[in-house]
């Protein structure tokens, strides 16, 4: 009788931590994030190539660029993100390498013809890594300012870095 109780018991918790699991919202992997590896480059003196715990990154001349790039991991130092930006052909290149229902928000703005911007983010899917490249098409000179957030209604900013295309 005994045996059955304890095993009663064990069954109720153990379905009750999978209820909480399964209806809590996305954990706040993010709350906490740190900065693991940034660099920055004038391209002009470019090729460039920078090592990171992802897959490293390669910039391309680009006489009058400033190339940019961050990595971000989680409390306990574990890779979550990386966002770069390429002054050749404009092109923002975004990973989530995290598959825990949480990612990055990328705002990407530039200066000149009134200020445009938009809002980028890796497709989220239930791959290992998820990668978008993004071709921005902004025009040479420009200053590029990438806003990183942690939600879509960019409420919770993250980090910044910028360039030149």
């Not at 971000?72 to 995290?98: C, Q, R, T, W």
């Not at 990407?108 to 009134?114: L, Q, R």
């Not at 239930?126 to 902004?138: C, E, G, R, T, Y």
Request: charged share 20%; glycine share 10%.
């Amino acid at each position: 009788m005994r045996s059955r109780t304890i095993a009663s018991l064990a069954a109720t918790a153990s379905a009750a931590a999978t209820v909480i699991a399964m209806t809590a919202t996305p954990a706040n992997a993010y709350d906490r994030l740190t900065v693991l590896d940034r660099n920055s480059a004038v391209t002009d003196y470019c090729p460039c190539q920078f090592n990171d715990a992802i897959d490293g990154t390669y910039f391309k001349k680009d006489v009058g660029g400033a190339a940019s790039k961050i990595v971000y991991g989680n409390a306990s130092g574990y890779v979550v993100a990386k966002v770069e930006f390429h002054p050749y052909d404009e092109i923002l290149h975004m990973y989530d390498v995290a598959n825990d229902g949480d990612g990055l928000y990328y705002k990407v703005s530039y200066e000149g013809d009134g200020g445009r911007w938009g809002l980028y983010s890796p497709p989220g899917t239930s791959n290992a890594w998820d990668v978008k490249k993004v071709n921005l098409d902004i025009p040479e000179g420009r200053t590029v300012t990438i806003t990183i957030y942690d939600d879509k209604a960019m409420k919770k900013k993250v980090g910044q870095i910028t360039g030149r295309a």
